[in-house]
């Protein structure tokens, strides 16, 4: 496929090659310009030579459209160098310094030059485009390109294809290990992104980003030569459709995201099973399926951040016995009903305007006894309320073997209910972090602390606790200082207890807080209690 020949508008270069040249500069303090660099480490067969893999259309546009890459970034100073530092004009006081460094530089072979230039960011390495004929497309070699097109408007989105096709015409490398575009895709760009995942494809890239955001209905086909590329090993598709016909050759590929797009159970399965080395699966706003059936060895880690979809069921099933990490963010119910390698878990509901359902408590209730043996919990806001509400009514919650529990809340009253009952369902807790996100309570706040002010049992392995955001010992049962009195009475080997706060406290509170801390029973002789920022005190019988 030819790349389509695109009029170029020449503006006049308005940036100078001193003001690059020192941004450049500082990204070559990773190399010993005296030689310590090893060049074997960076061959030039790397860098340069492939000027097989430039399509014909791209030699075509290359050579009608001569341009000055710095014209596309722009810039406001006149200082020019001339070509390989014969002519240096600046303003500078260490116009000799500079000059040396220009002319010690140009020495360097351009494989090194490429390197350096690969430490800049895509955008900032085009620029040094203006330092001479040289600089002139060296940039465009460097093993890793981005581009990003934040505006809706479709204009702007013309000029990055333009851009995006410019870079390309010049790439001279038969290798390159990281692509990343990200745009607000419309169906008339559809032709350019194939040109684009044909280049990559043929220039076996590893890391492949197209973040394709689109504002209508219209999606991106991924072509099926895509399936072919065995050099993926990292693949983020946003706003691509996956529809494999033939083999997935995907051998290497070791993590997948794919987002807001529909996707069906056979296809998801046929991409597990057709990547050996895949370990990373993330699902983000994707639609279509119910049930995931992961069996691969393989995969350890797993997010699904579910949407809402009126074509979906209540559930999703998830069966996955070698996965270790899970993610999930939903609106529907959940089952794991096999996921005995599970050791952490992470569970975000989404809020709602509604008060907590009858749906939600039993399927909090699946959930933890689905995972009641992971070592390491984290449950999202929406899940303290399910939970406190589940306390409320007189529920128990499953006997668990977690080791580390964190839990977030937006809301105070929910936070003493839920611990209470999270506590006393982790006899083998060792560790505990309570983030609340509200740093004030209103004025005249008070809670109803009647069947929640202790615990019905001992925590003979608790060691750490980490309490946020807010404490204030004037408030009658504050949550923070109600939790770190029940902890500090029933934590029996209890090490450390830091209360974190973001607020600029005095230091007249901050000993108020330490005194109501200090008047409390204590089961632990070495505890150690910490209020940052403030420093260490050490609680005294």
Sequence with gaps: ???????????????????????????????????????????????????????????????????????????????????????????????????????????????????????????????????????????????????????????????????????????????????????????????????????????????????????TDFFYMIPQTMYSCCSFTELYLEGCILEPHGTIHWKYLTELRIDGVELHEHVIQKIISSCPVLSSLTLTDCYGFERLDIYSQSLHYLSVDDCEDEHSGVWIEISAPYLRQLFMSHWRGVRLPNIQSLIHAEIQFDLTVDGVTEEEMIDMIYFLEDIKHVKELKLGCRCIEVVSKLAENGWQLPKSTRERLTIETLSYKYIIPAIVVLLESSPRLESLVALCFVDFAPPGSTWDLVGWDDLACDLLHLKTVKLSDYADPNLKGEPLLTIGR??????????????????????????????????????SEKALVLYHPWPVFTLQQ
């Excluded at 006149?78 to 014969?86: C, K, L, T």
């Excluded at 000029?159 to 038969?174: D, F, G, P």
């Excluded at 029996?492 to 901050?510: A, G, I, P, R």
């Design 1 to 215: 496929m030819k790349l389509e020949q695109r009029s170029i508008e020449h503006k006049h270069c308005t940036k100078g090659a001193a003001g690059e040249q020192a941004k450049w500069r500082r990204a070559a303090t990773i190399v010993d310009f005296t030689g310590g660099c090893d060049k074997r480490e960076f061959g030039e067969s790397d860098f340069g030579g492939g000027g097989d893999m430039r399509e014909e259309g791209m030699n075509e546009l290359g050579k009608e459209h001569e341009f000055n890459e710095g014209e596309e970034f722009g810039g406001n100073e006149s200082n020019s160098v001339g070509n390989h530092g014969e002519m240096v004009l600046v303003s500078s006081s260490n116009d000799r310094i500079k000059e040396m460094s220009i002319d010690r530089l140009e020495t360097l072979p351009d494989y090194l030059l490429i390197h350096i230039l690969s430490r800049l960011e895509t955008k900032e390495a085009a620029k040094t485009s203006v330092l001479s004929k040289r600089w002139q497309y060296l940039w465009t070699e460097t093993p890793s390109l981005s581009f990003e097109k934040n505006s809706t408007d479709i204009e702007d989105t013309r000029e990055l294809v333009t851009r995006i096709y410019r870079t390309l015409v010049h790439r001279t490398c038969s290798y390159l290990d990281r692509l990343y575009i990200s745009f607000t895709y419309d169906k008339c760009f559809a032709s350019d992104v194939n040109v684009w995942v044909e280049f990559s494809v043929r220039s076996k890239v590893k890391q492949l980003w197209l973040m394709l955001r689109s504002r």
């Design 486 to 523: 029940i902890l500090l009475k029933r934590a029996t080997t209890l090490e450390k207890m830091v209360f974190d706060s973001s607020e600029n406290l005095t230091e007249s509170f901050v000993a108020e807080i330490s005194q109501e801390l200090l008047s409390y029973t204590r089961s």
